[in-house]
């Protein structure tokens, strides 16, 4: 059974068979399901806590609502 992986911007499952794999000079490893996400956080630098769209910045606005 193929291992579930997520994008590491905005948190989707990848489905196998599809997505990029991008390796660091470091050797981290990095799997995004789109080149949007890739853009996202490679080119462009994006925290995705802030964009609105990822699943990451709703878990994060939950933690912030539930606090207040």
Do not use: Y
């Not at 390796?23 to 853009?39: A, P, Q």
């Amino acid at each position: 059974m193929p291992d579930v992986r997520r994008c590491d911007f905005c948190g989707r499952i990848i489905e196998p068979g599809t997505g990029k794999m991008f390796v660091k000079n470091d050797g981290t490893i990095l799997w995004f399901c789109s080149s949007k996400c890739e853009r996202n956080m490679l080119k462009l630098g994006r925290d995705p806590k802030k964009v609105r769209w990822t699943e990451k910045h709703r878990e994060f606005m939950a933690e912030q609502r539930g606090e207040l």
